[in-house]
């Protein structure tokens, strides 16, 4: 590598670590606003199980019905042939996690259908990287299959989406809906 592509590549991995640093990636997120979304569940408490199947680029089922309070397991797999995101939050958490997103294929993290592992891992500055390992949210190659265990506290608009660039705006969301 060039000294000038280093030096490039540098000044990005600083502007993505600061944008990290500023609230993504932890808890969540960071982006509910005061919003209570609920909070990472006890898989042994779980009330019942959801099979979640991601497709190019859709949702099986398109939407769920959960009592507040309600611990779900969900059991995601990824069936599509593309990287997809199982996420839980508001539209308001969903729009700014995209931007994030969008760093990710950016800088390599996410390529069509595979996960850049060691860019995940890679420390971005202040012990921040893009590893995508909050408890609401799973980032999966096709055929992955992994777990979100969720315990949904509050109320309000609520929903499952896919944060990958171009995803959600195609339609891959679902509603969450409280009874």
């Given at each position: 590598?060039?000294?000038?592509k280093f030096?490039i590549?540098?000044?990005?991995?600083?502007?993505?670590?600061?944008?990290?640093?500023?609230?993504?990636?932890?808890d969540?997120?960071?982006?509910?606003?005061g919003?209570?979304?609920?909070k990472?569940?006890?898989?042994?408490?779980?009330?019942?199980?959801?099979?979640?199947?991601?497709?190019d680029?859709?949702?099986?089922?398109?939407?769920?019905?959960?009592?507040?309070?309600?611990?779900v397991?969900?059991?995601?797999?990824?069936k599509?042939?593309?990287?997809?995101?199982?996420?839980?939050?508001?539209?308001?958490?969903?729009?700014?996690?995209?931007?994030e997103?969008?760093?990710?294929?950016?800088?390599?993290?996410?390529?069509?259908?595979?996960?850049?592992?060691?860019?995940?891992?890679?420390?971005?500055?202040?012990?921040h990287s893009?590893?995508h390992?909050?408890?609401?949210?799973?980032?999966?190659?096709?055929?992955?299959?992994?777990?979100?265990?969720?315990?949904?506290?509050g109320?309000?608009?609520?929903?499952?989406?896919?944060?990958?660039?171009?995803h959600?705006?195609?339609?891959?969301?679902?509603?969450?809906?409280?009874?």
């Open positions: 590598m060039t000294v000038s030096l590549f540098t000044a990005a991995m600083t502007v993505s670590a600061s944008a990290f640093a500023a609230g993504a990636h932890s969540g997120h960071g982006h509910g606003h919003v209570n979304i609920g990472p569940g006890d898989a042994s408490k779980a009330d019942r199980t959801i099979n979640v199947e991601m497709h680029n859709y949702y099986e089922p398109e939407s769920i019905e959960v009592k507040p309070g309600e611990t397991r969900f059991v995601v797999e990824n599509g042939s593309l990287v997809h995101e199982f996420n839980i939050g508001t539209p308001d958490m969903h729009e700014a996690h995209q931007e997103m969008q760093m990710m294929v950016e800088h390599g993290v996410i390529q069509g259908g595979k996960l850049n592992r060691e860019m995940m891992a890679m420390d971005m500055g202040d012990g893009m590893k390992d909050d408890p609401n949210s799973v980032l999966l190659e096709p055929g992955e299959v992994r777990e979100v265990v969720w315990n949904f506290t109320k309000g608009n609520v929903e499952f989406a896919c944060n990958v660039p171009g959600y705006q195609a339609g891959m969301y679902g509603e969450v809906n409280f009874r």
